[in-house]
């Protein structure tokens, strides 16, 4: 492994965004599913794991406008992810707690693409 601080740093928001899906997938199983929440888990799914696979595809980019791309991409799932998790928090209160983390970590994640998005652009 490389111990330049840029690959360490990729690595590790490769890893993030891949545990923060692990874990909107174990959130998932424990919403009882019905007509209102079957719905609401498929989109969290859908949302929550593509962030960390947008963020590979990112990491592997052909151009800079294809990384700039692929890492908007992830911060609008990040932020989606957080509208789904609202969803969930109103139709099954009793899971807010555990959603409030997912919450706070999908918060973050958006902060650290805009962050990235901001940088490159300053870069261009």
């Given at each position: ?17 891949a ?5 909107i ?20 799914v ?15 980019a ?22 789904w ?14 959603a ?25």
């Amino acid at each position: 492994m490389s111990n330049d601080p840029m690959t360490k740093k990729r690595f590790d928001l490769e890893e993030r965004t891949a545990k923060f899906g692990q874990e909107i997938i174990k959130f998932s199983r424990k919403v009882f599913e019905n007509q209102v929440t079957k719905p609401l888990i498929s989109q969290l799914v859908g949302s929550g794991t593509s962030i960390g696979a947008n963020y590979c595809e990112a990491d592997d980019a052909e151009s800079r406008k294809d990384f700039k791309h692929k890492i908007g991409i992830c911060k609008k799932e990040a932020r989606e992810t957080k509208h789904w998790l609202y969803m969930i928090m109103t139709a099954v209160p009793q899971l807010e707690t555990e959603a409030s983390t997912l919450l706070q970590e999908a918060k973050v994640l958006n902060l650290i693409f805009n962050a990235i998005i901001r940088s490159t652009n300053r870069n261009d």
